[in-house]
């Protein structure tokens, strides 16, 4: 544990790339929005701007795998330990940053949308639960730290492979789902399955994500060899 | 009473897509020893050193660590530093994050040291690792390794592209560290007459294979330069194998598995022939030259 916590401290310790750049990237990402709001006269203020976080989120872990950890082996972590203290990480993270969406929500709700009806973290649909709201936030965004986390894996450990043999496949299976589903017809119940989902089941959705990206991380970390 | 040793391994094999990296190596360290490892590139250094920091795993054979097994074995792997002559460092890393951080996974991590060897090595602070030139990381790496105080650090070419003042800071730095807190140091290095007066123990890996290995002094003191005309060279040496021999007009200057004994240097005398002893360095390069170990006079460990 002590060596796991030795890790997080490792990946934390860079205040500035991981609290202030993102909270920087996320306010200028709002301050655009409303600056377009104020110009643009148009009844459906709703944008995707918070999608920056997820995707800050997702290369800060994939980054802490690629470049973390032969570093912390070299200090003697271990492939568990570093786990460990990643998945610790992703927590911290998820809470931190999940916490501050959750506020900044708060206050759009109360300032009616900073004065102007725009709606940037936009999960309105979930306003029903305030807790469940900050525990969706907090939850997607770890889901959001382990797929990262887990790419930054696959990248670790098979390097070039990755691309050589990822990339094709990827385009391979994707494109062969599409194509079942089509064929299929299943596009309309994909769609209404996504429509369906509720503040509860779309956490839970994201719990699993997150799980499952972990297990597959840790399958594949477990015989990773620095290089 | 016997110690565990520092480190144990047997007939340790590592191949990579049918490539053998190494083949059949046994080696003992006992603690508190420093051990240079050498050889050429490719010999094998970097692969050994990766597996005995559980870096990597075996084809074949045991490694032990102060008596265990290091992969994923957090008890040992707490007292060991490996810094790698190309050594990654996290996103961003700072030459203040690795001080900062180096505490944390040692214990008796010594931050006075760290702090005295960043001005000593003149490093900037809050410049980024990754971006810091050659000789730099290279510093950072030694500063790591030295503060860690691990009861086993094992440096990968801790010298390479460090400028010659900071090359002999580092072995003056080595040895008072190792006096002040013996510990186990292995390193490997190209620059061997340079190393050799902080080693105690040297393995020579090549192809893979230990194709020397023993005390310093002892294998100094296995071999002899001779100068002098070529029938006394001859003469001295009889049947004893040559390691290298270079004319010189009607002089020869031969390395020879002849220890430099007293009698040795008196029958030498009497023929005009000047015996020396051999750098290490030239015993090194001369096993390396021999090629395989099976055909090497100078061999021995492994086989």
Known sequence: MKRALAVTRMHLIDHMTLWALPTGILFSALAINLAVWTVIDRGDRHTGGIASIY?????VAALAVVRGLPFAMSLGSSRRAFTNGTVITGAVIGAAFGTLCFALQLIEHASDGWGMGGNFF?????????????????????????VGGFFGSVVGRFQMWTVIIGAPAFILVGGGLAVLVTWQGWWHDIWGWFADLTPATTTLWCAVLALACTAGSWAVLRRYRVS | MTTTPA???????????GAVALEDVDLVVEPDTIVGLMGRNGAGKTTLMALLAGQDFPTSGTVRIFGEDPVENDAVLAQLCFVREAQQYPNNFRVSHVLGIGPQFYPEWDAELAERLVDTFRLPRRRQVQKLSRGMRAAVGVITGLASQAPLTVFDEPVLGLDATSRQLFYDELIK?????????LLSTH?????????EQVVVLDRGRVAMSGNVDEL??????????????HQLI?????????????????????APSPDLRSRAQALGVDVAPVPLQALVVRTGLLGAPEDNPASEGAL
């Open chain 2, 238 to 258: 009889g049947s004893a194998p040559v390691l290298h021999q270079e004319p010189l007009g009607g002089y020869v200057r031969a390395t020879v598995e002849l």
């Open chain 2, 7 to 17: 480190i144990e391994v047997t007939g340790l094999s590592r191949r990579f897509r």
């Open chain 2, 177 to 185: 560290a190792y006096a002040e807190h013996p510990r186990t140091f």
């Open chain 2, 191 to 199: 620059l061997i007459d340079e190393a050799a007066a902080a080693l």
């Open chain 1, 122 to 146: 936009w999960f309105t649909w979930f306003g029903t639960s305030w807790a469940l709201s900050w525990l969706l936030f907090v939850v997607s965004l770890i889901a959001a730290f382990a």
């Open chain 2, 220 to 233: 100094r003191r296995r071999a002899s330069t001779l100068t002098g005309p070529v029938d006394s060279v």
């Open chain 1, 55 to 59: 995707c800050f989120v997702a290369v």
